[in-house]
T-cell receptor, first 113, second 112 residues
Framework: KAGVTQTPRYLIKTRGQQVTLSCSPISGHRSVSWYQQTPGQGLQFLFEYFSETQRNKGNFPGRFSGRQFSNSRSEMNVSTLELGDSALYLC????????????FGPGTRLTVL | LAKTTQPISMDSYEGQEVNITCSHNNIATNDYITWYQQFPSQGPRFIIQGYKTKVTNEVASLFIPADRKSSTLSLPRVSLSDTAVYYCLVAPGGTGFQKLVFGTGTRLLVSP
């Protein structure tokens, strides 16, 4: 079974721009979560989607948004990029919302200049 | 969600057994204890999960005392490739849609 895939793997943007990251979960997994990882803040939860509905949300500003499609693929969007948004963005999938075993993708490394 | 406390870093040598202890004093009755491993520039990887007593798989063992206020991840005979950050998480199981909160983790360095 193919693992979680994320595209693109690397991205360079400038302040003020917006960016969309994509995540394809493991086949059959309906839950997709997004995390931001930085050296200073560690791994921080952004949001989780299950069956196209946002089920959980972390403490991030409204510039961070996401959605999930009917095939469980998910996108994350960050608008009006700031330097502090430079991070590794990780996507994780799990079969349903009941398991604590998540499968993480390789991440998208976003650099904001 | 129960907060966890674990050592910031640990050092070991190849072939030794490594035990990483996590404190979770406010663990709730329906909370499970889960451990993840993360290598640089990769996403975390699930290692093991347990509720009480002892759980063992092909990678590690998890020891949980009766009061469940702490847990110990045991890695037998570590190798250089076990150098990574290890996260202890506590979250409800079976109730659905609970976000997982990762703490700062324990950075394990295995030397030759």
């Amino acid at each position: 079974k193919a693992g979680v895939t994320q595209t693109p793997r690397y991205l360079i943007k400038t302040r003020g721009q917006q960016v969309t990251l994509s995540c394809s979960p493991i086949s059959g997994h309906r839950s997709v979560s997004w995390y931001q990882q930085t050296p200073g803040q560690g791994l921080q939860f952004l949001f989780e989607y299950f069956s196209e509905t946002q089920r959980n949300k972390g403490n991030f500003p409204g510039r961070f948004s996401g959605r999930q499609f009917s095939n469980s693929r998910s996108e994350m969007n960050v608008s009006t990029l700031e330097l502090g948004d430079s991070a590794l963005y990780l996507c994780a999938s799990r079969q349903d919302g009941y398991s604590n075993e998540q499968f993480f993708g390789p991440g998208t490394r976003l650099t904001v200049l | 969600l129960a907060k966890t406390t674990q050592p910031i870093s640990m050092d070991s040598y190849e072939g030794q057994e490594v035990n990483i202890t996590c404190s979770h004093n406010n663990i709730a009755t329906n909370d499970y204890i889960t451990w993840y491993q993360q290598f640089p520039s990769q996403g975390p990887r699930f290692i093991i999960q347990g509720y009480k007593t002892k759980v063992t798989n092909e990678v590690a063992s998890l020891f949980i005392p009766a009061d469940r206020k702490s847990s110990t991840l045991s890695l037998p005979r570590v190798s250089l490739s076990d150098t990574a950050v290890y996260y202890c998480l506590v979250a409800p199981g079976g109730t659905g849609f609970q976000k997982l909160v990762f703490g700062t983790g324990t950075r394990l360095l295995v030397s030759p």
